[in-house]
């Protein structure tokens, strides 16, 4: 699993390269795990644009990761979501503590001002 | 109700077989020419059915998991099965946000997932026994 990462100052740009499911989720978890404690990052923002699958497994893991960010004030947003994986997070719920943002410069704006 | 067409998959409970199991089944949906929306669906629910019969029935324990679909008409008929503990509580177990695993950061919405994404579900379970969720979708393209 392909998981890159991006910097806008103190914001963690993460795109994800893959399905998120529960056999692929141990593995993102831990390695932006190790990014956030390696370089402390005050927010993040998930660009599912390679994403082109996921379940509820995944949304355990994107609230996981709020909390590690929201423990220390941090905020986090998602941009470029495929329909099926956006209605996964309307059910769930996710849009209350993940805003969603229709494009990057958006995302970036408005979670840098925070 | 005549049965135009039925499948039968069986794997061992590891989750690499998570990918292989929704994409078999969404490869045997796609005779009733599903739209690309009504084909997530059916992936994503087989994926959290599959998902719980490899952490919940089997636990870490290795074990058989059944998928049997079945065509009839314009509706698919999907039924995964697992050997495993089985749940003691089924009404508690569908609740939203309900999980037996906090500490596994599940977020409990699995079986919500599945009664909003199909027609119909259906979990018959037995401590000790096994648990069976039988899941019914109409393709209304079709």
Redo the contacts between chains.
């Keep these: 699993m392909k998981i890159d990462f991006e910097y806008m100052d103190r914001l963690l740009i993460t795109k994800i390269n893959g399905?998120i499911?529960?056999?692929s989720c141990e593995e993102i978890?831990a390695k932006i795990d190790k990014e956030i404690i390696l370089k402390n990052p005050k927010s993040i923002l998930w660009d599912m644009e390679h994403v082109g699958?996921m379940?509820?497994?995944g949304?355990?893991?994107l609230?996981?990761r709020y909390k590690l960010i929201a423990n220390y004030g941090g905020k986090a947003g998602m941009i470029n979501i495929k329909?099926?994986i956006m209605r996964?997070c309307e059910?769930?719920g996710l849009q209350k503590i993940i805003c969603i943002y229709p494009n990057k410069k958006q995302a970036i704006a408005s979670i840098k001002e925070c | 109700m005549k049965i135009d067409n039925e499948m039968k998959l069986e794997f061992v409970s590891k989750?690499?077989n998570?990918?292989f199991a929704?994409s078999v089944v969404a490869a045997f949906v796609a005779q009733l020419d599903p739209t690309?929306?009504e084909l997530?669906?059916v992936?994503?629910a087989v994926?959290?059915a599959v998902?719980n019969a490899?952490?919940h029935g089997y636990a870490d324990r290795a074990g058989t998991v059944v998928i049997v679909s079945r065509i009839i008409g314009i509706t698919v008929e999907i039924e995964v099965r697992d050997s495993g503990t089985g749940i003691p509580d089924i009404e508690l177990a569908r609740q939203p946000l309900y999980t037996s695993k906090p500490e596994?950061?599940?977020?409990?919405?699995?079986f919500?997932?599945m009664e909003?994404f199909m027609d119909k579900v259906e979990i018959e379970s037995h401590p000790g026994e096994g648990t069976i969720v039988h899941m019914t979708k109409t393709i209304k393209t079709a």
Excluded at chain 2, 104 to 110: F, N, T
């Design positions: 399905d499911d529960h056999h978890r699958f379940d509820s497994s949304i355990g893991v609230i996981g329909p099926q996964l059910i769930c | 989750s690499q998570e990918s929704r690309i929306e997530a669906d992936k994503t994926s959290e998902t490899i952490i596994l950061e599940r977020s409990g919405m699995g919500t997932v909003t």
